[in-house]
């Protein structure tokens, strides 16, 4: 039994141990009305969030989920409002299942689950053009510009440098589907703050040129 607070007051939930080695391959029927569900309830609430990881891979590349996706994946920097609408995704079916602050937040229904990735601003003079995502240091302009698509029926929101994000994350090869593979981008996207460092530790007289 997992807790959480929400305005001052435990909140209980079961959790769940999610991991590739359990997984299974979503329903797509149930991922199609477990996501707009979600949507339903965020954009009631005002609460901006984006398709991200293998769920944008599959709206761009073959408007549908991917045929052998196991969740479904969305990121948003507004955490303390996706807190205050856990009950009322509960409600709805949408059941919290695991959370680690700051960073990702999981609801299941049917055994589809939606991980909600947080993306968290950073301070000092990094603040303008990187943020924190999944443990890592990475350009906010994936963030900060957003597009809109049509998806399922909706409209969603995405990264305005979608493609470009797909390419970090899947390789310049992204486009080609990987027969009987989950939407695994753990291997290829490595560590921007790695792939930054020059930039990141330059001596600051040299950054605010």
Known sequence: MGQIIIKEQPFHFDEIDLTYENSIIIDSSIAKQNLLDFKAVLDKRGIKFLLMHGTLLGAIREQQFIKHDIDIDTCTFE???????????????????????????????NNVYIDVYIVNKLKGLISPFYVRYLYRIIPRKYFRCTKKMIFLGETFKIPNHSIKLLEFWYGKDWQTPISNSPSNDEDKRGTYLEQ????LFRPIYKIIK
């Open 79 to 109: 955490e303390e409002k996706l807190v205050e609408v856990i009950p009322e995704l509960s409600q709805a079916g949408l059941k919290l299942c695991r959370y680690e602050k700051n960073v990702i937040y999981s609801f299941i229904r």
């Open 196 to 199: 930054h460092r020059r930039f």
